[in-house]
């Protein structure tokens, strides 16, 4: 069986893990600038901001190493880049717009003329090589300002800013770009407050409540992009994107069934949002509960109602097991994508993350379930390895493309059973900065990139085994899978 014709095969990165050039062409410091990359600390932990203190020493560090300050130099490179990545025949990449280079401090009345200028080549050089450009507007890049000024996303005239930058990209890409993505997995600002929302935890009375306005300010954005594109550029789809947390109980005890659904209720309530217009029965009795007064007025109800998302775009990665002592990702903060407890029957990447395709298929019938006939964009799926060349000069990543087969299985097996999938992007086509640990050995691309954690190497690019299977994949339109 193969795909539905106009299925999306490509890639997805992020500008901010890819490009370097921190500082050139006028941009300036954004959120993920000040993650530092630190030997000492466990790979498995997953780094957090929580005040102004550690972005001021981050700033003024002038020993420490900060890889996504340098990325893989795609700022440079991207011209050999994409076609090297589109010789494996795929049709689409995702990239994002770092929002710092297009309005350096995100409150200036006019953009950055240099930084319009690099995606103006950008977007022309994917769509000459055959693909189309799925641009995602916020992922973790808001200018650091917005930050240390303004307080982050709590704050409506971010809102304000955000959207006076949308509408600025929009129509100046209008007929350019496949798909607009608002948000890069809108629920991740549930778990680390500033990474997705640009909120100092050390700043803020009740973290809950800062967490939930702010996304709710995330989520008018996204309306008022929908409606952006749809005026400006019927053609092009809009939406954004959550990460997707599957869960499974623990055991069998009905406290921990209930537990799954009340994580699932969780994770999804921003989709909920996105997709039906609305919030969901159960979060007013939560707020109320819980002491939490949003400000919400009848504008902004009848906005999101109005303006629903095209589609639905999700990161799938890992499944958790979760009992009922989990902790809410409302109630508090850290990454809690992992579960409470290991999987026995699942195996396990160097990073603890548990391979599971099944649970892939799962996500993806549930989602259907709950969203009817909404197209699904598969915007991250990918395995995170260590690549050692070999002495023939090759990288032999077998793992990878077993990794790579077995959840394309697992998609076929959905659409086969009615599921809309719109497109499998896999993170991240080349190496680049890991997102979760800043390093650059936590390697996922099928493209080797000849650089370690501190930025030592050729910065060569080799193509992986991995390659090769995945050009059968994306020219067949994954009947070589």
Same mark, same amino acid.
């Given at each position: 069986m193969s795909f539905p014709d106009g299925f999306l095969w490509g890639f997805a990165i992020a500008a901010n893990q890819a490009e370097g050039a921190w500082q050139a062409g006028g941009k300036g410091p954004c959120q993920a600038d000040v993650m530092k990359w630190d030997p000492s600390v466990d790979p498995h932990d997953i780094a957090m901001i929580t005040s102004r203190e550690q972005l001021e020493a981050a700033l003024a560090d002038t020993e420490g190493v900060y890889p996504k300050r340098d990325g893989i130099d795609f700022f440079h490179t991207y011209p050999a880049d994409l076609d090297l990545l589109a010789?494996?025949?795929?049709?689409?990449?995702?990239?994002?717009?770092?929002w710092a280079r297009i309005f350096p401090r995100g409150d200036e009345p006019e953009p950055n003329p240099e930084g319009l200028a690099f995606y103006d080549a950008?977007?022309?050089?994917?769509?000459a090589v055959g693909l189309k450009p799925v641009i995602t507007l916020s992922h973790y890049e808001m200018p650091l300002a917005l930050i240390t000024e303004y307080g982050g996303w709590a704050n409506r005239q971010v809102l304000d800013f955000f959207n006076r930058y949308a509408d600025l990209v929009v129509d100046r890409y209008s007929g350019k770009v496949a798909y607009w993505m608002g948000f890069n997995q809108i629920n991740t600002g549930l778990m680390d407050p500033y990474l997705a929302l640009g909120l100092l935890e050390d700043e803020v009375g009740s973290i809950t409540q800062a967490k939930l306005q702010a996304t709710h300010h995330q989520l008018l954005a996204n309306a008022h992009l929908v409606a952006t594109v749809h005026r400006v550029d019927p053609q092009a789809r809009a939406g954004s994107m959550i990460l997707d947390m599957t869960a499974y109980p623990a055991s069998t005890r009905p406290e921990d069934? @209930? /537990?799954v659904q009340k994580a699932d209720q969780e994770v999804f309530y921003a989709a909920d949002v996105l997709v039906r217009g609305e919030y969901p029965g159960w979060f007013a009795p939560y707020c109320a509960e819980h002491g939490i007064e949003l400000q919400i007025s009848d504008a902004d109800a009848a906005l999101l109602a109005e303006n629903v998302s095209d589609y @639905? /775009?999700?990161?799938?990665?890992?499944?958790?097991?979760?009992?009922a002592n989990r902790a809410s990702i409302l109630d508090s903060t850290g990454w809690n994508v992992l579960g409470d407890l290991p999987n026995p029957h699942l195996p396990s990447t160097r990073w603890g993350w548990q391979i599971d395709p099944?649970?892939?298929e799962l996500a993806l019938l549930k989602l259907a379930d709950r969203y009817p006939g909404v197209p699904i964009l598969i915007a991250e799926n990918g395995l995170g390895n260590i690549d050692v060349l070999d002495a023939d000069g090759r990288i032999h990543d077998d793992y990878r493309t077993e990794y790579i087969r077995d959840h394309v299985a697992?998609?076929?097996?959905?659409v086969a059973q009615g599921v809309n999938?719109?497109?499998y992007l896999v993170?991240?086509?080349?190496?680049i900065v890991s997102a979760s640990s800043n390093e650059r050995t936590k390697r996922y691309g099928f493209v080797y990139v000849d650089l370690d954690d501190q930025g030592n190497g050729t910065a060569r690019r080799i193509p992986k085994d991995s390659y090769d299977y995945f050009r059968q994949v994306a020219t067949s339109n994954g009947r070589m899978s």
């Open positions: 010789g494996m025949g795929a049709n689409a990449f995702r990239t994002s717009i770092n950008l977007i022309d050089k994917l769509n069934v @209930l /537990a @639905l /775009a999700i990161s799938y990665y890992v499944t958790r097991v979760i009992g099944t649970g892939f697992a998609m076929r097996r959905a999938v719109a497109g993170w991240s086509g080349i190496d």
